[in-house]
């Protein structure tokens, strides 16, 4: 960032602010008209990764333009500090993200934004208020049919963080090297016609000791917020939307946007369903060529 950007920024702030300069905030992709939205009373998204290559910010860019809500909760890891830090990436899609969720905000939309491990530089601002949002450490939500959740992004209950930080800095080496690997995999099914998948969220799924490591991080999660006297907690930081529940208390993970590309969204009955947007897509997709199928054939 530039020496008149970065003047003055808090310590936390400093090695980021000096990578280079975030361009100004506009829109480059134009918002749709806010009637064909879909509405819900709560969205809460996480793991977004922006400033990375693997953040499907194009995809997330779908999803806010098709979807709104009375509130948003921003799970942790929206921007991806680590990797700015080492790498300054920020095209316009990126951009896009930022200057829609604060066009909410602007239109009256709460947004409450907690940060996780990767934008932890965010942290000691908690409590504070920046273009309509608020930052918070953890929050609680009341759903429409009386349930009380705890929200937070998750990383305190994962032991590599807790114990082994510099094993978490490998892994998240590793996992971008995944996540590139995942893009020209892509790249080919594009070609082909054929809808997004997840290389890594397959091979997740595969690994015996990740859906290990899985299942007991989401049992650790709800255990610890039933101590809290709620009725459930919504977190995400470890990439793997779901909706479970454990001895009564009910586990919800908002997914991502570099794997799964998932929201998780509370309808006005409170009743709570997980999105999965390439899925949302592909259907959207399908409606469209038959919709064009019928018109050519009544012309």
């Known amino acids: 960032m530039s020496d008149r950007l970065g003047k003055g920024l808090p310590a936390e702030l400093t090695d980021l602010a000096s ?29 977004v990764h922006l400033g990375t290559k693997g953040c499907n910010a194009e995809m997330l860019i779908d999803f806010l333009d098709s979807t709104d809500s009375e509130t948003m909760y921003l799970v942790g890891d929206i921007i991806d500090g680590w990797r700015l830090k080492k790498k300054f990436y920020w095209p316009a899609e990126h951009n896009d993200v930022v200057w829609r969720i604060l066009k909410r905000a602007k239109r009256g939309t709460r947004i409450v934004y907690i940060p996780g ?26 759903t429409a049919d009386g349930r009380r959740l705890m929200v937070l992004h998750g990383d305190e ?11 978490a800095f ?16 892509n790249g080919v099914r594009r070609m082909l016609g054929l809808p ?51 001895d009564g208390i009910e586990y919800y993970n908002d997914g991502d946007w570099v794997e799964g590309c998932n929201a998780l969204v509370e309808h006005f009955d409170g009743r709570m369903e997980l ?14 060529a038959a919709t064009m199928d019928t018109a050519k054939a009544a012309a």
């Not at 209950?157 to 094993?167: E, P, Q, S, Y």
């Not at 490998?170 to 995999?185: F, I, K, P, Q, S």
């Not at 595969?206 to 650790?220: H, P, Q």
């Open 196 to 246: 997004y998948w997840s290389l890594s969220k397959m091979a997740k799924h595969k690994v015996k000791n990740a859906v290990e490591f899985i299942s007991k991080y989401e049992e650790v999660v709800a255990r610890a917020a039933g101590e809290h006297g709620v009725d459930g907690v919504v977190c995400g930081h470890i990439h793997t939307a779901e909706i479970r529940e454990f």
């Open 170 to 185: 490998v892994g998240d080496a590793l996992y971008h090297v995944m996540m590139a690997l995942n893009r020209h995999v």
């Open 117 to 142: 491990n990767h934008d932890e530089m965010l942290r000691p601002f908690s409590g504070m208020n920046f273009g309509g949002v608020e930052i918070r450490r953890a929050a609680f939500h009341d």
């Open 157 to 167: 209950f994962d032991t590599i963080m807790l114990a082994h930080r510099w094993l």
């Open 275 to 288: 999105l999965h947007w390439p899925e949302e897509m592909a259907r959207r997709a399908r409606q469209d």
């Open 19 to 47: 990578v280079a300069s975030f361009p100004p905030i506009r829109s480059a992709i134009p918002e749709p008209d806010e009637g064909k939205r879909r509405r819900y009373r709560t969205i809460w998204i996480s793991d």
